[in-house]
């Protein structure tokens, strides 16, 4: 176990995920979810709170990458420990002329999820999902479920079977 919560088989527990991922959870079959307080979604709060270490805790940055007129949308997988470099392998990576996270409307907006919640499953089709090689290699990692008031433990190498995962070297 990670940390002091008490995890349940996810796909069994569908009333502690966003709409979104709950469709989706099934892509993603050892996830296990724990109900938290909302209050402690954040981070730092929540990895001190209930003993998850930063290295176990990874977030989903969502970004919005702009070329020609057009944006488009990712979500960067990156440990809590990191920063993703948004400005440089992610820009690069996306084709894009500029990259910058997403304002916090319209990345809940997009993705049905909460902000503090936001995780790649059940992200919408056809948004690369770009996991970071320190998250694809974590045996277990805890991340968002879609609402603040609940985590998400999975294998890090889970995240890379998501449609339209790729691994990188995000960090910087």
Excluded at 69 to 83: K, N, P, Q
Aim: glycine share 10%; with cysteine; net charge neutral.
């Amino acid at each position: 176990m990670v940390g002091t919560l008490d995890w349940k088989p996810a796909h069994a527990h569908p009333d502690l995920l966003a709409s979104p991922v709950a469709a989706a959870i099934g892509r993603v079959p050892d996830a296990e979810v724990a109900g938290i307080d909302p209050e402690l979604a954040d981070t730092a709060a929540f990895c001190e709170r209930y003993g998850v270490p930063l290295e176990a805790s990874a977030n989903c940055v969502i970004v919005a990458a702009k070329r020609s007129g057009e944006v488009s949308y990712a979500a960067c997988m990156i440990l809590a420990t990191g920063r993703a470099d948004v400005n440089g392998v992610v820009r690069r990576h996306l084709g894009a002329r500029k990259a910058s996270f997403a304002p916090m409307g319209e990345a809940t907006s997009l993705t049905a999820m909460e902000y503090g919640g936001i995780t790649p499953v059940g992200l919408p089709a056809g948004w690369p999902v770009l996991v970071d090689e320190a998250v694809a290699a974590s045996p277990r990692v805890v991340i968002g479920s879609g609402l603040r008031r609940s985590k998400l433990l999975v294998p890090g190498k889970a995240l890379t079977t998501l449609p339209d995962a790729q691994t990188l070297a995000l960090a910087q």
